[in-house]
């Protein structure tokens, strides 16, 4: 059975840090392509970070650039996003998500390319 299973989220102060983790089983490991998408209420789930397994090229969306790390460690068959300076609008439900096997796609943020989801992690950052 395919799976993907969030971890490490919580509760923080701005200016902290978390680190989440995303436990794969059932699936060819590593996807092609493996993401970190985010939700906060009544928004849209939009894309935070990406990796393209293979290369090891990642990508950020722009409100986090330079603050959250995706990184991925393919012997535990498990991607993590370190998470720091972290800001009240940082807030959010954090999925793990990934591609089928052989697909590749081009772009990262849409996620109708993701067939594989967890079901999330909560992260609350209080000002």
């Known amino acids: 059975q395919v799976q993907l299973v969030e971890s490490g989220g919580g509760s923080v102060q701005a200016g902290g840090s978390l680190r989440l983790s995303c436990a794969a089983s059932g699936i060819p490991y590593p996807p092609c392509l493996m993401a970190w998408f985010r939700q906060a209420t009544v928004k849209v789930r939009e894309g935070v970070a990406a990796?393209?397994?293979?290369?090891?090229?990642?990508y950020y969306a722009e409100s986090v650039k330079g603050r959250f790390t995706i990184s991925q460690d393919n012997a535990k068959n498990t991607l993590y996003l370190q998470m720091d300076s972290l800001k009240p609008e940082d807030t959010a439900k954090y999925y793990c998500a990934a591609t089928r096997p052989n697909l590749c796609p081009s772009s990262w943020v849409l996620p109708d390319v993701y067939d594989t989801w967890g079901k999330g992690t909560l992260v609350t950052v209080s000002s």
């Open positions: 990796v393209y397994t293979s290369t090891g090229k990642e």
